[in-house]
């Protein structure tokens, strides 16, 4: 499994926690964002995660901003992506199950670094339960 990462200033610290997590269990990051606090443009950071996770290079997304906002509208600009806002793991669990999001986007202001790597965790295990979702999720994009 490989994972696309992307952040703005605000996800910086996030970004960075979650990396270490992914990798101690021997999973595979791209990271696509800013390494440093100064304010950046996350639209520059978006694109190339979903095109990462459009292409298949990568198996998921995860974009990190202060409100999951800006990089959710970006992220869902591209065709094959289903970009997700999750602030707790029982949402998380639901964008995968219902919604078969490749993306999760956190809030790095309203949730904590813990939290965000629990729902990361939630995210990369929960399956897409098809079934009455698949129709739903075929008619997302236009």
């Known amino acids: 499994m490989t994972i696309s990462i992307g952040n703005d200033h605000a996800g910086t610290d996030y970004k960075f926690a979650i990396i270490t997590h992914l990798e101690a269990k021997g999973i595979a990051v791209i990271n696509h964002g800013t390494d440093a606090n100064d304010s950046v443009d996350y639209p520059d950071f978006v694109h190339p995660v979903a095109t990462d996770v459009e292409s298949?290079?990568?198996?998921?997304?995860?974009?990190?901003?202060?409100?999951?906002?800006?990089?959710?509208?970006?992220?869902?600009?591209?065709?094959?992506?289903?970009?997700?806002?999750?602030?707790?793991?029982?949402?998380?669990?639901?964008?995968r199950q219902h919604n078969n999001a490749n993306i999760i986007c956190i809030p790095a202001r309203y949730t904590a670094v813990q939290q965000a790597i629990a729902m990361v965790d939630t995210f990369l295990e929960t399956a897409f339960e098809g079934g009455r979702h698949q129709n739903r999720v075929e008619k997302i994009p236009c």
Do not use: D, P
């Open 56 to 95: 298949k290079k990568s198996t998921f997304g995860i974009l990190v901003c202060g409100s999951a906002n800006g990089v959710a509208m970006t992220a869902n600009k591209h065709q094959g992506i289903r970009a997700g806002i999750c602030w707790t793991k029982e949402i998380t669990a639901l964008t």
